[in-house]
C-alpha cells in the first residue's frame, strides 16, 4: 500500500472514528435539486478561496449547479464571526444571513444548544464516522490538518523546527498568529498547541493557560508581530514566520510559487489537529440550496476537493475503500513522519481551552 495511504488511514483510526465502508452514493433527490434551484441561492460565510481548497470547491458547486448563485459574505470571518451573523440575522431573509457555516469542532456543539442550526443528514452519511458528527444530525465533521509553522526563507535563514525554537532571540519581531484566538479557531488552536508545547501534552484548561502564557512570553520578548499572519505579509516580510492550519501553509507556499521561498514545518514538540465542521443555519433564508450545499461538500467530488487543498477528508477511508482517490493526488499530499505523532483534542478539552481563551486572553496580552 502507498505510503501516504497508510498514513492517512492510520490518522483516521487514531481518531478513533469507525468508519463504514459505502459504495457510491446514491447523490441527492430530483425534488432537493428542484427546489434548490427554484431558491436560486446559496449564501456562504468565512470561505476564503486559499482555505483547503475552498475557491475550487465551491467553482465545482456552480459549475454543477448553474442555477444557483453562491453569495459569499466576508470570507476571512472567523469561526465566532459565522455564529454572530446567523444572531444578528434571524428575521433576516436577504443577502446578508448566511445559509450554511463551517465553523471549528467546538462551536457545533454549542450553536445545536443555542438553537442556531437545523438538522439535515446527506446521503453519505452512513460514511461520516460516528465520533465526528452529531448523532441527530445538527452538525457533522468535514476535514481535517495540523497547526503548522510557515516560514519565509529569504528572511529567516534558519528555519525553526518547534515552538521551543520560536523564543530564541534571532526570531525577533518575526512571529504571527492567524488572528484573535477569541474568534478564529485555528488562532485559538495555535495557543493550545503552544501549551501543550510547553508543558509536554497537557491537555484542555492546562493547555490554554499554558499557551496564553507562552504568547504572553513570546509578545514580551519582542518575538510575536502584533499583525496577522498571510499570505501578503509572508510576502513582504511583515510576518516571516506565522501559524497556521497546514493546508492554509502549504496552500500559501504554493501561492507564492517561490517568490519567496517558503518552507512547511509541522512543530516537533506538538503536532495538534483540528476537525471542522458544517452545518445548516436554523434561519436559512435557503434551506433546500443549503441541502443540496451539503450534498455536494459530502459527495466523492466534494471530498476529493479538501484532499486537492491538501487537507484530509473526513470521508477518507471510505473513499480509499470504493477505490476513489486518485494517485495524483496522494502525490501531492505532504510526508507522513511529521504527522506520526498527531493528537486529537476532544470536544471537551476544546471547549475547555475556549473558555480560558476568552478569559484570559485579553488581560494577560492587554488586547
Known amino acids: 500500500m502507498n505510503i501516504r495511504l497508510r498514513h492517512l488511514l492510520s490518522l483516521s483510526t487514531a481518531m478513533v472514528f469507525a468508519s463504514t465502508s459505502l459504495a457510491a452514493a446514491a447523490g441527492p433527490s430530483a425534488e432537493l435539486v428542484a427546489a434548490a434551484k ?3 441561492m446559496l449564501t456562504t460565510i468565512a470561505l476564503p478561496h486559499d482555505w483547503c ?12 449547479y448553474p442555477d444557483i448563485k453562491v453569495n459569499e ?15 444578528a440575522n434571524k428575521g433576516n ?4 444571513a448566511p445559509d450554511v457555516i463551517d465553523v471549528g469542532l467546538s462551536f457545533g456543539p454549542s450553536a445545536k444548544k443555542d438553537g442556531l442550526i437545523q438538522p439535515y443528514k446527506v446521503s453519505t452519511w452512513d460514511s461520516i464516522p460516528a465520533t465526528a458528527k452529531d448523532a441527530d444530525g445538527y452538525w457533522y465533521g468535514d476535514y481535517y490538518g495540523v497547526l503548522a509553522i510557515g516560514v519565509n526563507k529569504d528572511i529567516i535563514k534558519d528555519v525553526p523546527k518547534s515552538f521551543a525554537d520560536l523564543t530564541k532571540k534571532e526570531y525577533a519581531n518575526s512571529v504571527a498568529m492567524p488572528g484573535d484566538p477569541r474568534t478564529g479557531n485555528s488562532s485559538m488552536m495555535t495557543v493550545y498547541a503552544a501549551g501543550a508545547a510547553k508543558t509536554d501534552g497537557k491537555k484542555g484548561a492546562d493547555a490554554a493557560k499554558a499557551g496564553i502564557a507562552y504568547m504572553k ?9 502584533p499583525v496577522n499572519g498571510n499570505a501578503q505579509n509572508m510576502a513582504q516580510g511583515t510576518t516571516p514566520i506565522l501559524f497556521d492550519w497546514d493546508y492554509n501553509v502549504l496552500a500559501m507556499r504554493d501561492k507564492l510559487n517561490g517568490n519567496p521561498p517558503m ?43 479538501w484532499l486537492a487543498g ?18 495524483a493526488l496522494l502525490a501531492k499530499m505532504p510526508s507522513p513522519e511529521s504527522y506520526a505523532k498527531a493528537v486529537f483534542p476532544t470536544l471537551a478539552e476544546q471547549s475547555e481551552a475556549k ?13
Open 38 to 40: 427554484k431558491e436560486g
Open 73 to 87: 459574505l466576508n470570507p476571512n470571518a472567523g469561526s465566532g464571526d459565522e455564529i454572530e451573523a446567523i444572531k
Open 217 to 225: 512570553a513570546l509578545k514580551a520578548s519582542g518575538n510575536l508581530v
Open 310 to 327: 491538501y487537507c484530509h477528508p473526513i470521508r477518507f477511508n471510505d473513499l480509499a475503500a470504493h477505490k476513489a482517490v486518485p494517485q
Open 53 to 64: 481548497g475552498y475557491g475550487e470547491v465551491i467553482a465545482g458547486f456552480k459549475k454543477k
Open 355 to 367: 473558555a480560558v481563551v476568552a478569559a484570559d486572553w485579553a488581560k494577560e496580552m492587554g488586547q
Open 93 to 96: 431573509k436577504g443577502p446578508q
Open 263 to 305: 518552507d512547511v514545518v509541522v512543530p516537533s514538540d506538538a503536532v495538534i489537529a483540528g476537525v471542522y465542521v458544517q452545518a445548516i443555519s436554523a434561519y436559512a433564508p435557503h434551506p433546500n440550496a443549503a441541502k443540496l450545499w451539503m450534498e455536494y461538500l459530502y459527495s466523492d467530488e466534494g471530498q476529493l476537493g
